[in-house]
């Protein structure tokens, strides 16, 4: 493994220092919740710290099994989503094998493979298709060697939500190829209307990753995980995580646990800030001469971009967002992008934070003109 740290983490607000954010606009979740805010409704002083089971809580395992239709011996707790997509990675690829990615994407996804070592064909999404993409697009990068096609929905930093009827297409290409899918889906319960089915419904061959970290604001739990219904990979999974760590936390999963049995409690309040969030983010570009964007389906991100036109210093708006504004958002090349594109959070502020620091762009853009 080559391990290199991701700009991402580098430059993130928690590295960075949170004192020193005065508007918040790059984290990719809802808003961080306090344990006391939880109604966890027990003590957590009778818990008793021994290695938990290796698979992960069994209750919360239970759950999630019951909403995918799945034995919970299929379901594997991870710390986080970030978790459960290095066991995949570091479990399917290898320097000879190939995966197939989606360009831009949460950081991880690009960077396990590449510190493994293997080949990598990137499906890129640009503004102009919308960010779409399809099987088509996914066949054209495939070789003999591809192992793994990963791909994210919604998506993480554009915010589009892949088509069903899609996905099933890419499902049968990469079973028929005998390749694995990994379908990213820790926004899933942010997808605006239904719910979507548990990706590894839909085949043996696909992989589910989720966490708690987005859609219920905790991140710091780090509680996700890894469902497969292929049984050799079960296993192997099982094999990666007892290497790396035994089990998970015993206290983490019993937090997480509860939440997670409540969650259609919260659901609806969730959705309210998102829709409130994407509605302020949807009248400032509306405004905002020098944007241009693709609004997003899902999640609680969106990657909109600097037009050409707009003849903005982007290095020097950068510096005065952050250095006179105080105002972060997560710059293109946190995603291997140009800087032109920003991603903004628009689920972790507070209204009155996210419209300010929607000002306090449009400013910096004034005054960065060349
Ligand atoms: C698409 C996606 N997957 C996985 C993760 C990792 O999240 P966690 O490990 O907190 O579950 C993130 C975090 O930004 C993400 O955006």
């Not at 239970?62 to 594997?76: I, K």
């Not at 997509?85 to 690009?110: C, D, E, Q, W």
């Not at 990068?141 to 939500?161: D, E, Y």
């Not at 942010?190 to 719910?195: E, H, K, M, Q, S």
Request: hydrophobic content about 40%; charged content about 25%.
């Amino acid at each position: 493994m080559r391990y290199r740290r991701m700009p991402i983490e580098v430059e993130s607000p928690e590295e960075v220092g949170y004192g020193s954010i005065r508007c918040n606009l790059a984290e990719s979740s809802m808003r961080d919740r306090v344990l006391g805010d939880l109604r966890l409704d027990v003590d957590l002083a009778g818990t008793i710290l021994l290695y938990g089971d290796h698979r992960g809580h069994p209750g919360l395992r239970e759950r999630l099994a019951a909403e995918a239709g799945c034995a919970p011996s299929q379901v594997l707790l991870t710390p986080g989503a970030a978790g459960a997509l290095f066991i995949v990675s570091t479990s399917l690829l290898s320097p000879g094998g190939h995966v197939v990615v989606l360009r831009p994407n949460y950081a991880t996804n690009i960077e396990a493979p590449r510190a493994i070592g293997c080949g990598i064909s990137f499906v890129d999404l640009s503004m102009e298709r919308g960010f779409q993409y399809g099987a088509d697009d996914i066949a054209k990068a495939m070789t003999p060697q591809t192992r793994l096609v990963s791909i994210t929905t919604p998506h993480n930093p554009t915010g589009t939500v892949l088509d069903e009827g899609e996905l099933r297409r890419i499902v049968d290409l990469v079973t028929s190829r005998g390749a694995y899918l990994l379908v990213d889906e820790t926004y899933r319960d942010l997808t605006v209307g239904t719910p979507r089915p548990f990706a590894t419904t839909l085949g043996e061959r696909v992989i589910s990753v989720a966490s708690l970290s987005k859609a219920y604001g905790l991140p710091g739990l780090r509680v996700g995980w890894l469902l497969t219904r292929d049984p050799e990979l079960n296993e192997t999974f099982l094999a990666a995580k007892e290497q790396m760590m035994i089990c998970g936390a015993v206290l983490d999963e019993e937090i997480a646990c509860r939440v997670y049995l409540r969650r259609t409690e919260e659901l609806p309040r969730i959705a309210a800030q998102v829709k409130r969030g994407v509605a302020t983010l949807a009248s400032w570009i509306a405004t905002e001469p020098a944007m241009e964007w693709v609004p997003p389906a899902g999640g609680v991100v969106a990657f909109p971009r600097i037009k050409a036109e707009a003849g903005v210093d982007v290095g020097r708006f950068y510096s005065i967002l952050n250095g006179e504004y105080a105002t972060f958002v997560g710059p293109g090349h946190w995603f291997e992008q140009d800087d032109r594109f920003m991603r903004i959070g628009f689920g972790w502020p507070t209204p009155a934070e996210f419209e300010e620091g929607l000002a306090n762009v449009s400013k910096a853009l004034r005054s960065a003109r060349v």
